[in-house]
């Protein structure tokens, strides 16, 4: 296979949807060799904070001299961002290769009886044989959707992470906070720590019940002490006594509030991991996650924030309160139709002074004329737009130097907006 050959398949196996359940995952594995079981692994789970908590502990790891690989999704501008090593992503060449050795042992699969892998099962298998063809000392492996029967669920951790639980995807993994988090915590291995994010109490009762039926020694995050913490548009300083150990002016370049807690699952991960103080502090500095509260421009600010569920909004809102107090608002809105809409939209357009509606790159999205209809419920100041072009061009015309600008609702609008607009250096 060529690369666009690759990208065809790999594409192709999305008519086979989205399946729960390890059966078949497992089978490929075996034919494949087992790669997984040849680097250390760290799993990641959790609702929101899963790709900044990942990223994190991966630029830790690099400073610490291991190399490491990095498995994520969704992507926002190319593909190949899923699945890097040591920050650089999966060349098209191997991936090309990678996706021609995964589909010859796919054939046989289909040969005996299984059923073809979905198209996250195929991408993870390429992910792992990835990382075991470039050698990596570890891979932080962050789980697609659940847990327990996440097709990433079939690593063999060193440790666990689960980071902030909500309720999402609750057609798949149930209604209830307590349903959701035991998805969540089918990444808990027996005798294997587990990192925990602070949690709701109903979500934290459930990991502790699951941790000590296996044994499994909890590290619970809430414990950690966070003092003079201080927020500007290029990053945030805290110090942190965790573990009998005060670090003081630890420094993040990722915004928001809430990405000093998924800093802090990090360091107690790599504080487990016995990763030293000053490989600790450079990770922590050199770590990005675009997409997340990421600011693209200034004069207006333009901000792009995933936000695609009630507690990522709500998060988001904290974000801009704490570093855009006052500042006049234009929310760009795109989403996907089985998301929460009505109350995402209700968290972020009656904050907002103005609000555009779009089309999300996906086939689950909402029409922007239907959005724009829920919107009008919470904001009269509301018009869908034809395209995410359209969007970009008719909020900044209309934006003065002195407003805000947040594109959000869906991963898959705001890569196309980073697309329009690349990131600038201020």
């Keep these: 296979m060529n690369f666009s050959e690759a990208m065809d398949y790999i594409h192709g196996t999305y008519k086979f949807g989205s399946r729960l359940g390890l059966e078949t995952m497992n089978r490929l594995l075996e034919l494949m060799d087992q790669p997984q079981n040849r680097y250390k692994c760290i799993h990641v789970a959790g609702t929101n904070g899963k790709g900044s908590t990942s990223a994190f502990i991966a630029s830790i790891l690099g400073e610490a001299g291991f ?22 992503e999966i060349s098209h060449g191997d991936l090309a290769s990678i996706t021609d050795y995964v589909k010859r042992r796919i054939d046989i699969m289909i040969d005996e009886g299984f059923p073809h892998p979905t198209e996250f099962e195929l991408v993870t298998a390429i992910g792992f044989e990835y990382f075991n063809r470039m050698k990596a000392d570890y891979a932080v492996v962050e789980v697609g959707l659940g847990g327990r029967l996440d097709a990433t669920n079939t690593i063999s951790p060193q440790l666990s ?29 027996k005798g294997i720590p587990v990192v925990v994010h602070p949690q709701d109490a109903e979500a934290l009762q459930v990991i502790k019940e699951t941790c000590e039926r296996l044994d499994a ?3 619970d ?68 996650w675009p997409g997340r509260f990421e600011i693209l421009r200034r004069k207006p600010f333009v901000i792009i924030d995933g936000a695609h569920n009630l507690q990522g909004a709500k ?52 029409a922007p004329e239907e959005l724009e209809k829920i919107v009008r419920k919470y904001n009269q100041n509301v018009e869908s737009t034809r395209s995410i072009g359209e969007a970009v061009t008719k909020s900044l015309e209309e934006a003065g130097e002195d407003d805000v600008i947040v594109f959000s609702g869906s991963l898959y609008m705001i890569g196309e907006v980073r697309k329009i607009l690349p990131p600038q250096v201020f």
């Excluded at 309720?167 to 906070?177: A, Q, T, V, Y």
Aim: glycine share 8%; charged share 25%.
């Design 67 to 88: 190399k490491t690989g990095l498995y994520t999704s969704p992507y926002l501008e190319r593909f190949t961002e899923r699945i890097r090593v040591d920050g650089a």
């Design 315 to 366: 998060v988001l809102m904290e974000s801009l309160e704490q570093l855009f107090p006052g500042k006049r608002m234009t929310l760009v809105f795109g989403i996907l139709r089985d998301k929460d809409v009505e109350r995402i939209s209700e968290m972020l357009a009656s904050k907002a002074s103005r609000v555009l509606t779009t089309l999300p790159v996906n086939p689950r999205s909402m």
């Design 217 to 219: 020694p909890l590290i």
């Design 161 to 189: 992470v689960i980071t902030s639980i909500g309720m999402d995807h609750m057609e798949i993994l149930g209604d209830s906070l307590a349903s959701i988090s035991k998805e969540k915590a089918g990444i808990i291995k």
């Design 221 to 288: 995050t809430s414990l950690a002490e966070i003092a003079n913490h201080r927020s500007g548009i290029k990053g945030q300083h805290f110090d942190l006594r965790w573990d009998g150990k005060l670090y003081k002016d630890i420094f993040i370049g990722m915004l928001g509030p809430h990405q000093v807690m998924n800093a802090v699952s990090a360091v107690a991960a790599a504080v487990r991991l016995g990763i030293d103080e000053n490989a600790i502090r450079k990770g922590m500095e050199a770590a990005r």
